[in-house]
């Protein structure tokens, strides 16, 4: 059974990966991901309910929302390794839960000497390539924390450093986009 062969109200309360019909783990290929999608949206268009009336637009409507919200979080690898460990009780609490190992946070505090010392583009963009090494070193330990070794509170942590990563990213993003603005 597929989240389509459920009642309408039933498939806006099931998970993701149900959802999509696509196994519950890190591991997903776009592609599948992406066509789900569309065919999902297709199913749901509020257009299609037009004869059933206001009510049944409505709930096609909420369920165009959901369908959207789970492929947003499906699609990206980051969100979609939180959710799973979300599902899987291992919660990420990143806003309560800061404690990183001390060699992460070492490594945190380098990049950001490196970036206050980066004068021009050059040295910014090979501290960006640096880090987005990191980023996918981080991604695959992740994805093995989850899919292979099913240490979900493990997978957390590397969740919560990631969210790290992308930040920092996005700062060296910020700082490179100031230099071709001047």
């Known amino acids: 059974m597929t989240a389509t062969d459920l009642p309408l109200s039933a498939q806006l309360s099931v998970n993701d990966f149900v959802l999509f019909d696509v196994p519950q783990q890190f591991a997903q290929e776009r592609a599948m991901l992406d066509t789900r999608w569309k065919d999902l949206q297709r199913q749901a268009h509020p257009d299609k309910f037009a004869a059933q009336g206001t009510a049944a637009q409505r709930v096609a409507m909420?369920?165009?929302?959901?369908?959207?919200?789970?492929?947003?979080?499906?699609?990206?690898?980051?969100?979609?390794?939180?959710?799973?460990?979300?599902?899987?009780?291992?919660p990420i609490q990143a806003e309560n839960n800061t404690a990183m190992p001390a060699a992460f946070l070492m490594q945190q505090m380098q990049w950001r000497e490196d970036l206050d010392d980066a004068q021009d583009a050059h040295a910014l963009q090979a501290l960006y390539e640096h880090v987005q090494l990191a980023h996918r070193e981080a991604l695959a330990r992740c994805a093995a924390c989850i899919d292979e070794q099913h240490d979900l509170p493990q997978a957390a942590q590397e969740v919560r450093a990631l969210m790290f990563i992308e930040r920092f990213i996005h700062d060296i993003e910020n700082r490179l986009d100031q230099l071709d603005a001047h």
């Open 62 to 90: 909420q369920w165009s929302v959901r369908i959207n919200e789970a492929y947003q979080r499906l699609k990206d690898p980051l969100r979609r390794a939180a959710y799973l460990c979300e599902l899987a009780g291992a």
